[in-house]
């Protein structure tokens, strides 16, 4: 199977950086995607960036301009470089990676467990 650990969240006053991970591990064939979510509290789940593991990128319009999408393929690790952040921003983060297992035949989107940022000052 595949896990995916996340990291980085924490507390940041408004207008500053975090720098969030994914790591995935297990038995990793492939990597086709990674992806970005967040969910503040009382709202639904909203896609925030994704990256292809040939390195195309996406972004929602909320964060276009101050977020950025990153991996490793060597690591098997992604990360989202969040800059200029926003009380708005607030929210557990959640990676998702679309991977294929060794000796699988399906590729299945893998969660994080999700880490909280906070903005506020």
């Known amino acids: 199977q595949v896990q995916l650990v996340e990291s980085g969240g924490g507390l940041v006053q408004p207008g500053g950086s975090l720098r969030l991970s994914c790591a995935a591990s297990g038995s990793i064939f492939s990597i086709n995607r990674m992806g970005w979510y967040r969910q503040a509290p009382g709202k639904q789940r909203e896609w925030v960036a994704r990256?292809?593991?040939?390195?195309?990128?996406n972004y929602a319009d909320s964060v276009k301009g101050r977020f950025t999408v990153s991996r490793d393929n060597a690591k098997n690790t992604g990360y989202l470089q969040m800059n200029s952040l926003k009380p708005e921003d607030t929210a557990v983060y959640y990676c998702?990676?679309?991977?294929?297992?060794?000796?699988?035949?399906?590729?299945?989107?893998?969660w994080g467990q999700g880490t909280q940022v906070t903005v506020s000052s």
């Open positions: 990256i292809f593991w040939s390195g195309s990128t």
């Open positions: 998702v990676a679309n991977a294929l297992a060794t000796g699988s035949v399906q590729w299945n989107d893998y």
